[in-house]
């Protein structure tokens, strides 16, 4: 799977990721939020996320609403 380099993150920003992500390992990604000191978000998906869409579409308004 892939395991960085990752980019930095802009100022305001949330880490989404899948537990059963079979590409980015969930290490690699708690190691990364760690380092940028953002919030980390794991939902019972894939690396696609595609089953927790309505929960993406959530945060994303909560996030919008923050700016």
Known sequence: G?????????????????????LIPIESITRYCGEQRCQLTVLDAEHDLNSELPTLVAHFSRLLNTL
């Open 2 to 22: 892939y395991r960085g380099p990752f980019p930095a993150l802009p100022p305001v920003a949330e880490v989404i990721h899948g537990w059963r992500d079979d």
